[in-house]
């Protein structure tokens, strides 16, 4: 099992930033690939970001292409989301996700979730 422990979500202003953090333990060798979705209330949870570990490889929702920025730190199995110009409709809960094999955009295909962090943007 991998457990995973989501911090920084906040309220901001829209065109603020904000850094989420997602820490990894437990069977961390099952994390290969580590991302981010987010959940809007009354939504289906889509993907945002994703990393691969070994190589860093990034792969971004074209909605947060050039706003947002994934990136890890092996050495501390955590992966962060810094997210600058935000907008009111990135609203919503935010999620990290690991799996032991390829990214995916389809929530369905991550096997662990951590506990989501609230990111609020007022217009």
């Known amino acids: 099992q991998v457990q995973l422990v989501e911090s920084g979500g906040g309220l901001v202003q829209a065109g603020g930033s904000l850094r989420l953090s997602c820490a990894a333990s437990?069977?961390?060798?099952?994390?290969?690939?580590m991302g981010w979705f987010r959940q809007a209330p009354g939504k289906e949870r889509e993907f945002v970001a994703a990393i691969r570990r070994s190589s860093g490889s990034t792969y971004y929702a074209d909605s947060v292409k050039g706003r947002f920025t994934i990136s890890r730190d092996n050495a501390k199995i955590t992966v962060y989301l810094q997210m600058n110009g935000l907008k009111p409709e990135d609203t919503a809960v935010y999620y990290c996700?690991?799996?032991?094999?390829?990214?995916?955009?389809?929530?369905?295909?991550?096997?662990?979730w951590g506990q989501g962090t609230q990111v609020t943007v007022s217009s």
């Open positions: 996700a690991a799996d032991p094999t390829r990214y995916s955009s389809y929530p369905n295909n991550w096997d662990y």
């Open positions: 437990g069977r961390t060798s099952s994390a290969s690939t």
